[in-house]
């Protein structure tokens, strides 16, 4: 794979700032157990290692795969939530030692345990698939689609980690509500080499009358746009390229992810001349540009891309740069729109103190 400069410079800043971090925990953990001095240099290597590892295999894994790669991606993601926490189980010792007359090996070992513990919960969180409910009224919604129910899959991420038992979770899982309709807001793959069409297949299997839609979202862009989506509509999914499809009087729009300006998003909403008298649904990966959408007489917007930070505190950052439309059903003007958490993960395989979930909604 050719990497791109702006994801060069993205793996780069990461590897300094990874670098730096493992650093910082390497000098708390000597100041706080002095049994450590004399392996300081064994201890040393082994964090830097574990520093360049996440990056290490990220960057093989665009353009290999297999149990090695697979393993390696799984194992460097995992670190480095087991760094963050012991990190900031390190940092919170510093502190306590600061203000308060405490044994600090044992206050530092009590965080490491915490710190170990949320990692643990993390994972088996992770797999654990909820379904949230909803309920959307629509404007002059047909009566075709009253009490009917469809189904909103976000940020699967299959690739190295998420691969064919958890694709077969969800689809069993999406299969059991027995949806009219399934929408896939951006993100079916992780952006690794895997076997694209083989794993998107598996979505055939999805029992929905009036069809799968899908747009792509950013990690496709990394896989290869193309390659994604030649596996999706292979599946028999639909694909929704800048572009609004009628079903049943019912308008479902999609714009594929990019990095463009809000102006670019306004030309492709006016070109699809939608009926603002009629509903519709846009299906657009990232939550942004909110007004833009209202403008154009959208009803209800579905995206996904934030995860809800995936992490613990990471919801704090992503309530900030999507100016509260990270999650959950909200509303501007006449504008509906619901953010999900999405199903899969990006990363270290956790979900801290957020959930992994499939979104029943029932039109009213």
Same mark, same amino acid.
């Given at each position: =794979?050719?990497?791109?400069?702006?994801?060069?410079?993205?793996?780069?800043?990461?590897?300094?700032?990874?670098?730096?971090?493992?650093?910082?925990?390497?000098?708390?953990?000597?100041?706080?157990?002095?049994?450590?001095?004399?392996?300081?240099?064994?201890?040393?290597?082994?964090?830097?290692?574990?520093? =360049?590892?996440?990056?290490? %295999?990220? =960057?093989?894994?665009?353009?290999?795969?297999?149990?090695?790669?697979? @393993?390696?991606?799984?194992?460097?993601?995992?670190?480095?939530?087991?760094?963050?926490?012991?990190?900031?189980?390190?940092?919170?010792?510093?502190?306590? @030692? !600061? %203000? *308060?007359?405490?044994?600090?090996? *044992?206050?530092?070992?009590?965080?490491?345990?915490?710190? %170990?513990?949320?990692?643990?919960?993390?994972?088996?969180?992770?797999?654990?698939?909820?379904?949230?409910?909803?309920?959307?009224? !629509?404007?002059?919604?047909?009566?075709?689609?009253?009490?009917?129910?469809?189904?909103?899959?976000?940020?699967?991420? !299959?690739?190295?980690?998420?691969?064919?038992?958890?694709?077969?979770? #969800?689809?069993?899982?999406?299969?059991?509500?027995?949806?009219?309709?399934?929408?896939?807001?951006? /993100?079916?793959?992780?952006?690794?080499?895997?076997?694209?069409? /083989?794993?998107?297949?598996?979505?055939?299997?999805?029992?929905?009358?009036?069809?799968?839609?899908?747009?792509?979202?950013?990690?496709?862009?990394?896989?290869? #746009?193309?390659?994604?989506?030649?596996?999706?509509?292979?599946?028999?999914?639909?694909?929704?390229? /800048?572009?609004?499809? /009628?079903?049943?009087?019912?308008?479902?729009?999609?714009?594929?992810?990019?990095?463009?300006?809000?102006?670019?998003?306004?030309?492709?909403?006016?070109?699809?001349?939608?009926?603002?008298?009629?509903?519709?649904?846009?299906?657009?990966?990232?939550?942004?540009?909110?007004?833009?959408?209202?403008?154009?007489?959208? @009803?209800?917007? !579905?995206?996904?891309?934030?995860?809800?930070?995936?992490?613990?505190?990471?919801?704090?950052?992503?309530?900030?740069? %999507?100016?509260?439309?990270?999650?959950?059903?909200?509303?501007?003007?006449?504008?509906?729109?619901?953010?999900?958490?999405?199903?899969?993960?990006?990363?270290?395989?956790?979900?801290?103190?957020?959930?992994?979930?499939?979104?029943?909604?029932?039109?009213?």
């Amino acid at each position: =794979m050719k990497f791109s400069k702006s994801l060069l410079f993205y793996l780069i800043t990461a590897q300094v700032f990874l670098l730096i971090g493992h650093w910082l925990l390497y000098s708390l953990l000597l100041f706080f157990f002095p049994i450590l001095l004399p392996y300081k240099m064994i201890l040393w290597v082994t964090l830097t290692a574990l520093g =360049m590892s996440f990056t290490f %295999f990220s =960057m093989v894994s665009f353009t290999y795969q297999g149990p090695i790669v697979r @393993s390696g991606y799984f194992g460097s993601a995992v670190w480095m939530l087991v760094w963050f926490y012991s990190s900031l189980a390190a940092v919170s010792t510093l502190v306590i @030692s !600061l %203000f *308060f007359p405490v044994n600090v090996a *044992f206050v530092g070992v009590l965080t490491l345990i915490i710190a %170990f513990i949320m990692c643990i919960y993390g994972i088996i969180n992770a797999r654990i698939i909820r379904v949230t409910k909803i309920s959307v009224k !629509l404007p002059n919604l047909p009566a075709f689609w009253k009490g009917k129910t469809a189904v909103m899959i976000s940020d699967i991420h !299959l690739g190295h980690v998420l691969r064919y038992g958890f694709a077969g979770n #969800v689809i069993a899982k999406v299969n059991q509500l027995k949806p009219g309709i399934v929408f896939i807001p951006g /993100d079916f793959f992780d952006g690794v080499k895997t076997n694209f069409h /083989d794993l998107a297949n598996l979505f055939a299997g999805i029992a929905a009358p009036h069809g799968i839609y899908y747009v792509t979202g950013n990690h496709e862009l990394i896989a290869g #746009v193309e390659i994604c989506k030649e596996g999706i509509k292979k599946a028999g999914l639909y694909v929704l390229e /800048d572009e609004v499809v /009628d079903v049943e009087g019912l308008q479902v729009a999609g714009i594929e992810y990019s990095q463009e300006a809000p102006s670019v998003l306004k030309a492709k909403l006016e070109s699809m001349n939608i009926d603002r008298n009629a509903p519709s649904i846009l299906l657009k990966h990232v939550p942004n540009y909110i007004e833009v959408a209202e403008d154009a007489g959208i @009803s209800l917007q !579905l995206s996904g891309h934030t995860h809800l930070g995936q992490v613990w505190p990471g919801r704090f950052v992503t309530r900030r740069v %999507f100016k509260g439309f990270d999650y959950g059903l909200k509303r501007l003007g006449n504008l509906q729109v619901f953010t999900s958490s999405g199903v899969g993960t990006w990363g270290p395989p956790l979900r801290v103190f957020t959930k992994a979930e499939i979104v029943e909604i029932t039109f009213s």
